[in-house]
């Protein structure tokens, strides 16, 4: 059974850090690649970035250079990195494995961790 589970949401005030992690299951990261996708409430959801089997990764806009996602194979663990957080980063942060590459769509996706950025 495919399984991703986030966690390592919180608050923090704009300029903080964070650390998400999403353990899967079912499936192997050296031959499946996943995206990290935020959602907020009354928007559709955006793409923050995504690894691929390879560990190479890729950054929307609003996120290169703050954002970093990295994965540990052996652990079977994705990780968000999240630097100088501003409000508009707040949403609930989902990491979903793509069914047939990163062109594709998502598959399974998992349910979500609460990042919350206020002073």
């Known amino acids: 059974e495919v399984q991703l589970v986030e966690s390592g949401g919180g608050m923090v005030q704009p300029g903080g850090s964070l650390r998400l992690s999403c353990v899967v299951s079912g499936f192997s990261l050296t031959n499946m690649d996943v995206n990290w996708v935020r959602q907020v409430p009354g928007k559709g959801p955006e793409w923050v970035g995504s690894?691929?089997?390879?560990?190479?990764?890729y950054y929307g806009d609003s996120t290169k250079g703050r954002f970093t996602i990295s994965k540990d194979n052996s652990k079977n663990t994705l990780y968000l990195e999240m630097n100088n957080l501003m409000p508009e980063d707040t949403g609930k942060y989902y990491c979903a494995k793509m069914e047939d590459g990163l062109s594709g769509s998502a598959d399974y996706w998992g349910q979500g961790t609460q990042v919350t950025v206020s002073s």
């Open positions: 690894i691929n089997s390879a560990g190479i990764t």
